[in-house]
């Protein structure tokens, strides 16, 4: 089975009179990457949301590795996430544009924060891995440090070791690097870059076309809540 399986999803939010996500459905392979590209409001930061279990949905149901871990309820809209389990949800990790760190937990903390409390591991297994992991972006001597003393570039990085940590069999990111000044836009590239050589599977909302053009499987657009084209061709896709 694939890694993602959408089907049939369907998303309204409260008080909107018609639908931003509607008869979406796609599959992601196990250590493939998609990438999503569409005009503004077509509903990229919904689908992913949606996704990861911060929305709730309305119709269709998404599975992970063909176990359907969210099944949409008609006449959920007004529920403030969608009803997934805290462990469901750990399978899934996604980080977003504006980095969000806890500001008074250190870098170490950041990462240690969910394996821990919400899994239960143990402290020092996890937080050997998370040094292993703050190597792999280039951060290990930022450990101790907190999130105000950090670039915007930095702090993507750690979110992105946040998500890593909890080993989600699909890494969501929605323009992480869009708010972030251009010299900074590089390193976080190729840690995403590095991610899909080592066989993450990843679903990634980007403006950055080139980069897209390198890192993508497949290319999906969405426009008005719905799929108007694929393209297993990025190349092809991108220059068409
Ligand atoms: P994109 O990421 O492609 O820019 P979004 O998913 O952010 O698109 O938005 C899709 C549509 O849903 C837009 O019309 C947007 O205004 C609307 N929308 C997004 N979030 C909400 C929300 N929380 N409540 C109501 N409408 C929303
Ligand atoms: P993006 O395109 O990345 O979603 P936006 O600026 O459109 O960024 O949205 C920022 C936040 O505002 C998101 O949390 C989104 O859900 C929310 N939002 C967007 N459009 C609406 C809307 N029409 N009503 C309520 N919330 C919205």
């Given amino acids: ?21 509607d008869d979406v459905s796609f599959e992601v392979p ?13 509903g990229k930061s919904t689908l992913l949301r949606a996704i990861a279990g911060l929305e709730p949905i309305q119709g269709g149901d998404i599975a992970l590795g063909g176990e359907v ?32 760190l806890f500001p008074n937990k250190t870098v ?5 924060m969910a394996p821990v409390l919400v899994l239960g591991r143990d402290k020092a297994e ?11 972006v280039g951060l290990a001597d930022r450990k101790d440090a907190w999130p105000h003393e950090l670039s915007g570039g930095q702090r993507q990085r750690i979110a992105i070791c946040r998500a890593l940590i909890l080993h ?10 869009a708010a972030l000044d251009p010299e ?12 899909a050589r080592a066989g993450q599977t990843m679903v990634i909302v980007t403006h950055e076309m080139r980069f897209a053009r390198a890192i993508a499987d497949e290319v999906m657009l969405l426009e008005d ?3 108007i084209e694929r393209c297993d061709d990025p190349e092809r896709f991108f220059t068409q």
């Fill in 108 to 112: 170490l903390g950041n990462i240690m």
């Fill in 168 to 177: 989600p069999e699909v890494l969501l990111f929605d323009e992480i690097t």
């Fill in 225 to 227: 809540g719905r799929i």
């Fill in 69 to 100: 871990i969210e099944t949409g309820r008609p006449g959920s809209e007004k529920a403030g996430r969608s009803a997934r389990s805290s462990e469901l949800r750990t399978r899934i990790g996604m980080v977003f544009q504006s980095y969000d």
């Fill in 184 to 195: 900074m836009v590089r390193e976080v590239l190729d840690v995403m870059i590095g991610l």
């Fill in 126 to 136: 996890v937080e050997r891995e998370a040094i292993e992991l703050l190597k792999r």
């Fill in 30 to 42: 196990k250590g493939r990457v998609l990438v999503v590209v569409g005009p503004s409001g077509s």
């Fill in 1 to 21: 089975a694939a890694a993602l399986s959408v089907r049939h999803l369907a998303k309204q939010y409260a008080n909107a009179n018609k639908r931003v996500l």
